[in-house]
């Protein structure tokens, strides 16, 4: 048998089991069966399938067709341009929820640039405001925005019902590589941080302590195995890629041969039943906890209801369960000035934005996604 016969025969017998979208289903599992990437796989279109390739790809296509879902027979899922493994153990990462991702990273971006308010050199304030007035896209790190770091250069983020670890692991770098770009780009491209009169343009702050930013992620999630694949998939898509050496002293000379800025990101995650063991404040707080309301589980996509697992689905009577606990408690672990953000039902838009109001957030903004649907909400606490 060829390869696009086996392609073929696994499309029909997909279909026949009601998988919508049988035929991309049937490559991407090819593709996994055969180790061979798309372009290869096209090139050996009309080549004989191997036997042991083809029984390997029989089996993965009868576990299709019986709805297990793809993401957990290939043992992944894409996520903000990451990879994270998957198993029934944790939801699969869905495209929408990277609207909550793509929302904390902006937060995130924009509170830690607010860092460095404290800029020794006018000139230089007003020439970014300029570039950013003339329709760039850079960011101004020299806003006027109130620093929300520590006083240290430390910005706190916790992620709740963690799950595979991805908004968490997403947050952490996506936020550490916008503001080291974003100071890169207007410090030079060479990355180098520019000195003027013996002071660091970045800010008085890293001059006088000698320090560096370091965003530090908590991802808290109720069930032990999710926790344990969460850790896996935070040392597999970091690499330590922000762990850069710190310049010791300033540079009081002048020179730009060293870089006087540096920003790290780690991670840590626990088992915990929301914040119950969680301990110190956060600047900004994430949360995609079960919203699905309890006796509606049943009548969803047996992909969801036969393999997913409940403990991450079930929202209580009314899916209102977790929102009410997280408004209630989360004020306790925000830094004056810190966010939360959740996302959610459409139809849970309401109760949620008012809940919290209830509770003492302002700034409350809600976000849709793609389809137009309400589904990330957040709020400020002081």
């Known amino acids: 048998m060829k390869y696009s016969e086996a392609r073929r025969n696994a499309t029909d017998i997909l279909l026949g089991a009601g998988i919508e979208e049988a035929e991309v289903d049937a490559e991407y599992l090819l593709q996994h069966a055969s180790g061979l990437e798309r372009s290869e796989l ?71 640039l607010g860092t460095f308010n404290k800029v020794s050199n006018p000139s230089i304030k007003d020439t970014f405001n300029e570039r950013k007035d003339s329709g760039s896209n850079d960011v101004n790190i020299y806003s006027d925005n109130s620093s929300k770091t520590d006083g240290h250069g430390l910005y706190k983020i916790l992620d709740l019902c963690t799950g595979s670890g991805c908004v968490a692991t997403s947050v952490g770098l996506g936020s550490a590589e916008r503001v080291d770009h974003a100071v890169r780009k207007q410090n030079g491209e060479n990355g180098n941080v520019s000195l003027s009169g013996g002071r660091c343009l970045i800010g008085e702050l890293y001059c006088k302590d000698r320090d560096r930013i370091k965003i530090d992620v908590t991802g808290a999630d109720i069930s032990p195995a999710a926790v344990a694949l969460a850790k896996k998939n935070w040392q597999f898509n970091s690499h330590d890629n922000y762990d850069q050496p710190r310049l010791d002293e300033c540079d009081l000379a002048g020179n730009n041969n060293e870089r006087a800025f540096n920003i790290s990101v780690e991670a840590g995650f626990v088992e915990s039943d929301l914040f119950g063991s969680i301990e110190g404040k956060f600047h900004l707080i994430t949360a995609n906890p079960p919203y699905i309301v309890r006796n509606e589980i049943e009548t969803l996509m047996p992909e969801i209801t036969e393999h997913e697992p409940h403990l991450a689905l079930d929202g209580g009577e009314d899916g209102m369960d977790f929102y009410r606990k997280i408004v209630r408690e989360a004020p306790a672990y925000l830094y004056p000035g810190g966010r939360l953000m959740m996302e959610f039902d459409d139809l849970e838009a309401e109760p949620v934005a008012e809940m919290m109001k209830i509770t003492g957030f302002t700034e409350i903004e809600i976000h849709r996604d793609l389809a137009g649907l309400r589904r990330v909400i957040e709020g400020t606490y002081q």
């Open 42 to 112: 096209f090139i050996r279109w009309n080549e004989e399938i191997p036997d042991d390739i083809e029984k390997k790809y029989a089996d993965l296509i009868e576990k299709r067709r019986s709805h297990e879902p793809l993401q957990y027979i290939i043992g992944n899922q894409d996520f903000m341009g990451y990879t994270f493994m998957v198993t029934p153990d944790v939801l699969i990462p869905r495209f929408d929820t990277e609207i909550l991702a793509e929302l904390a990273i902006k937060r995130a971006t924009e509170d830690i």
